[in-house]
């Protein structure tokens, strides 16, 4: 008993502190050659080390043309080395050897967390220390010397180190009777998550069982990958098996590809088939553009920098010029299915009838059951041979109507069939439309939405916004745009680049992008009116192909961008007014890039 008093009455020593470093540090530094502030300092030995060299160098190019050695130096000459060698000195000094040595002897993160672990095992060592305990008494421990006051490395960065220790041992713990305790350790550290962190982080998904069957399933062709929709009646979960077998099929890492945040119910039947992802496209806002009197902010996906910023720059030479102007010139889809006889003379028989005017009536009859909207227009023909291309027009609504028009013109043949039962239809599109191809047929007949878009920019807001003159903007569209188009022999493409604009809005609004093809049909025109004072500018383009509803602008982020334009869905209204908007906008955007 005595000899568990004794040991009881025995002082704990404490931990010695692993590293200590003086707090205030007397060194000195090159900034205190002069008793000035460090500013006035460096700027002393700044202009005391480039006069000197100036004065150097002269004195050496007179020695040179005077044919003195170079060797043989005055006393001002000698100052002056010695006044280059201690600027120099004390720039090094303040620049250059403790930039290097910060750089050198600078600790890294390592030694700091090194020396943090080697902290925290000596503290759990400290705290895992038996002690005698009373009997059946809650005591507190020993009282510890008092420590002399050191400042470690951590503590620099960390001030609660040290207070962890003192609370740790003034705590009571309960203790048995004649029995050594020990204390319990510190708790486990909370690992921190930066948001840098969790934006490197890969999501990983952890397929079930079952997945993991399906996925076996298609990888062995059991399961068609294009049925897993039908088949599951899950979209998202059948894009994640898809993607899932197509990685282990091919090898492939398809992790930088978005898989979560989409809504793959919507673009079911419609948009895209056999999903496995989507791909993210910035969208840019040009505007305000003020057209026919009203301002539009234009949405704009794409990945080629300064399209955005230089139609921006356009709308608001337009903007401070007092907006431009569009028209409507046409509006009709087409679609030219291809038939074929057995002998010229019926497929010419056709082509009569189908234009006779006494016969239009009746043909719109029976086109027009495929759709409320779709409304028979006119029939145009043209004749190979044997075979005959009908090229049907059709207003759309607010749809960009392909597949109205397809439908319409089905109908057609099928009646056709009656009078014509040696016609056979070779495909319901011949080409003659024609879709998404360059064709004189569009540039001449338009195809769409065909529009013409002037504007009169003023003369200074020619010079101070778009940074030229008038003359050179008409002369550089006389050159480029028109002569340098045909000597190319350009079809449609009488512009800078119209296409550029077309496809980003297409993109932003769910159209097809595929269509820029023939929507980016354009020609630019340039004068100088008012005395050669502003610039008379237009575009025309024949064929703009764009709607408001169906297709990819059911999408939230496409819905949301016509929304912006204030045409999303169908016109309520005025039927087909929303989709001639986007066209007037459409037409009006390359005006602004060009200007």
């Given amino acids: 008993m005595e000899a568990r008093r004794r040991t009881a009455t025995k002082p704990l020593h404490a931990v010695e502190p692993t590293k200590r470093i003086s707090v205030v540090e007397d060194t000195a530094k090159a900034s205190d050659a002069l008793p000035l502030p ?19 160098l002269s004195r050496w190019r007179e020695k040179i043309r005077a044919s003195v050695p170079l060797h043989v130096v005055t006393f001002s000459e000698i100052v002056a080395i010695f006044a280059l060698v201690a600027s120099l000195i004390y720039l090094l000094g ?10 050198i002897l600078r600790p890294s993160g390592d030694v700091w967390s090194a020396e943090d672990e080697e902290n925290e095992v000596l503290l759990r060592k400290e705290d ?3 002690v005698p305990c009373g009997q059946a008494l809650d005591g507190p421990l020993p009282s510890l010397p008092p420590r002399e006051p050191s400042v470690t490395s951590q503590k620099l960065f960390d001030e609660k180190s040290f207070r962890v220790t003192t609370e740790e041992d003034a705590r009571k713990v309960p203790c048995g009777q004649a029995v050594d305790c020990l204390l319990p350790p510190l708790p486990p550290r909370i690992p921190v998550v930066t948001t840098q962190k969790l934006l490197d982080e890969k999501p990983v998904i952890v397929a079930t069982d079952e997945d993991e069957e399906i996925i076996k399933s298609v990888l062995s062709g059991t399961v068609p990958s294009y049925s897993l929709e039908s088949e599951l009646g899950d979209c998202k979960r059948a894009a994640a098996i898809r993607r899932e077998a197509l990685q282990r099929l091919t090898g492939k890492s398809l992790s930088g590809l978005p898989l979560d945040g989409f809504d793959y119910d919507s673009i079911l039947g419609q948009c895209c088939e056999m999903p496995v992802g989507y791909v993210q496209i910035p969208v840019g806002i040009a505007g305000p553009l003020l057209l026919n009197g009203r301002e539009f902010s234009v949405p704009m996906a794409t990945t080629e920098g300064c399209l955005v910023a230089s139609t921006n720059r356009g709308c608001k030479a337009i903007h401070l010029s007092g907006g431009a102007t569009s028209i409507l010139l046409k509006d009709g889809m087409t679609r030219a299915p291809v038939v074929r006889f057995s002998t010229a003379k019926r ?14 009536d009746t043909l719109a009859v029976v086109f ?8 028979l227009q006119g029939i145009k023909c043209a004749i190979a041979g044997k075979n005959l291309y009908l090229r049907f027009t059709c207003s759309t609504g607010d749809a960009m109507g392909m597949n109205m028009v ?15 039962a040696d016609m056979d239809v070779i495909g319901i599109s011949g080409n003659f439309c024609s879709d998404k191809k360059p064709a004189a047929v569009n540039w001449i007949e338009g195809r769409g939405k065909s529009v013409v878009c002037e504007a009169i920019i003023k003369g200074d807001v020619v010079k101070k916004v778009l940074k030229t003159s008038v003359e050179s903007l008409v ?24 296409s550029n604009i077309v496809t980003a809005i297409y993109i932003a609004t769910g159209q097809d992008p595929a269509q820029n093809v023939e929507s980016s049909h354009c020609i630019t025109m340039m004068e100088a009116v008012n005395d050669g004072k502003d610039l ?13 509803v169906g297709g990819g602008t059911q999408l939230a982020s496409q819905s949301a961008c016509l929304n912006l334009l204030g045409v999303k869905g169908a016109s309520k209204e005025v039927g087909g007014a929303n989709s001639r908007m986007p066209g007037s906008c459409q037409s009006c955007q390359p005006l602004q890039r060009v200007i």
């Fill in 536 to 548: 008379h500018a237009s575009v025309t383009m024949p064929s703009i192909e764009v709607g408001t």
């Fill in 368 to 375: 027009n059951r495929s759709s409320r909207f779709g409304r």
């Fill in 475 to 498: 002369q550089l569209n006389m050159l480029k745009n028109l002569t340098g188009s045909a000597m190319a022999g350009a079809l449609g493409g009488f512009n800078s680049h119209a």
């Fill in 406 to 420: 397809s439908k319409g013109v089905q109908n057609v043949l099928d009646f056709l069939q009656t009078d014509f």
């Fill in 38 to 56: 460090l500013y006035l300092t460096n700027a002393v030995f700044f202009t005391l080390f480039f006069s000197v060299v100036y004065f150097l």
């Fill in 128 to 130: 895992a220390r038996t």
């Fill in 347 to 360: 497929a010419a028989e056709l082509k009569l009838y189908l234009e006779d005017p006494d016969n239009f």
């Fill in 94 to 103: 303040f620049f250059g050897i403790d930039f290097v040595q910060s750089l």
